[in-house]
Every structure is written in C-alpha cells, then in structure tokens.
C-alpha cells in the first residue's frame, strides 16, 4: 500500500512538470527565434526545414517562464520529430 501511495505521488509529480513544460512551450512559441528565424506562433525549424522537437536555447532565453524553470525547460519537447515545416 506504502509503495502504491509513493507511485502515485511520482506520476502526479511527472504530470506536474510535464503540464509545465507544455505551459513553458506555449509561452516561448509566443516569441520569434533568433536562431531558425521562426515567426512568433511558428516552430523551430533545423536548416533542412524539418520541425524541431525542441525550440532553439536563443528562443528559450527569451521567455521569462522558462528563465525562470531553466531545468524544466531544457528538458520541454514537442514528439512529432520528422514533419517538415508547412506539413
């Protein structure tokens, strides 16, 4: 019983950061890279067009959530590698 309760406290943490690691990604998308040149509202993009699953550190800089979660925003990503830019 002791161990479920402890299971369960990990995942509602785990969901804790993931939900703002999504809030931290809204906040830098509102922003334009300064690396890929990606327009506020777009993906990063890598030079060959593909999306990336992680906004460039240059974009992150910028957005005052993730300075202030700089560990929980390094680790924040998008699982849809492979699309290119427009698909």
Do not use: Y
């Not at 161990?3 to 809204?26: G, P, S, T, Y």
């Not at 067009?49 to 680790?75: C, D, F, Q, V, Y």
């Amino acid at each position: 019983e002791k161990m479920r309760v402890v299971w369960e406290e990990h995942r509602a943490q785990k969901r804790e950061i993931w939900n703002l690691q999504q809030r931290i990604l809204d906040d830098i998308d509102t922003r334009a890279c300064p690396s890929c040149e990606a327009e506020a509202g777009s993906e990063c993009v890598t030079r060959n067009g593909m999306k990336t699953s992680a906004p460039h550190a240059a974009r992150r800089h910028l957005s005052p959530m993730a300075e202030a979660n700089p560990k929980i925003a390094a680790k924040a990503f998008r699982p849809h590698r492979g699309a290119r830019h427009g698909d």
